[in-house]
T-cell receptor
Framework: GQNIDQPTEMTATEGAIVQINCTYQ??????LFWYQQHAGEAPTFLSY??LDGLEEKGRFSSFLSRSKGYSYLLLKELQMKDSASYLC??????????WGAGTKLIIKP | GAVVSQHPSWVICKSGTSVKIECRSL??????MFWYRQFPKQSLMLMAT?????????EQGVEKDKFLINHASLTLSTLTVTSAHPEDSSFYIC???????????FGPGTRLTVT
């Protein structure tokens, strides 16, 4: 079966750095996405990785290792507004997005 | 950037009635649209995938006669929840993807409450 694992909840301090991990087992791989979702709102796109390595975009970076079936989202200089759920999703061989359950990130002052 | 709108943003209806939710791609042609449902504190659950001009493909466990999806044009898809029941109360989100695009663009979602 297809499976995406990410921690249910994480807590971090304002100004700090946090890494949210995602491991996946899917039938084929055509890219990995990270989305941010604030409570009561739709997801918004953060990053896309299809090749191994690190993609940096401002305070957010995303890393992919296809051989390990592993990705992480790195958030630097955390702000209170970063409190949200972070969803990892993998596009499989049928170009369907398989979603993780999301990681709720709580930022404390 | 690509914008997807949904209407209405929230709706309250009585049990047994039908509700239609619209999803529009405002500045691009969406060859594929996706409908998701999300219950509180749970992840997105894909309900169906629709390609313009063809019938939607429903995920296992989703009743196609209850959740009617129409993707008649490259900019509009509709989801009709027929004979709604309180257990259909949820957050319904659509997303759209262009022909040569890898990204799905999400609408703002519609919160449905069935009383």
């Amino acid at each position: 079966g297809q499976n995406i694992d990410q921690p249910t909840e994480m807590t971090a301090t304002e100004g700090a750095i946090v890494q949210i991990n995602c491991t996946y087992q899917t039938s084929g791989f055509n890219g990995l996405f990270w989305y941010q979702q604030h409570a009561g709102e739709a997801p918004t796109f953060l990053s896309y990785n299809v090749l191994d390595g690190l993609e940096e975009k401002g305070r957010f970076s995303s890393f992919l290792s296809r051989s390990k079936g592993y990705s992480y989202l790195l958030l630097k200089e955390l702000q209170m507004k970063d409190s949200a759920s972070y969803l990892c999703a993998v596009r499989d061989s049928n170009y369907q997005l398989i979603w993780g359950a999301g990681t709720k990130l709580i930022i404390k002052p | 950037g690509a914008v997807v709108s949904q209407h209405p943003s929230w709706v309250i209806c009585k049990s047994g009635t039908s509700v239609k939710i619209e999803c529009r791609s405002l500045d691009f042609q969406a060859t594929t649209m996706f409908w998701y449902r999300q219950f509180p504190k749970q992840s997105l659950m894909l309900m169906a995938t629709s390609n313009e001009g063809s019938k939607a493909t429903y995920e296992q466990g989703v009743e196609k006669d209850k959740f009617l999806i129409n993707h008649a044009s490259l900019t509009l898809s509709t989801l009709t929840v027929t004979s709604a029941h309180p257990e259909d109360s949820s957050f319904y989100i659509c997303s759209a993807r262009g022909t040569y695009d890898y990204e799905q663009y999400f609408g703002p979602g519609t919160r449905l409450t069935v009383t």
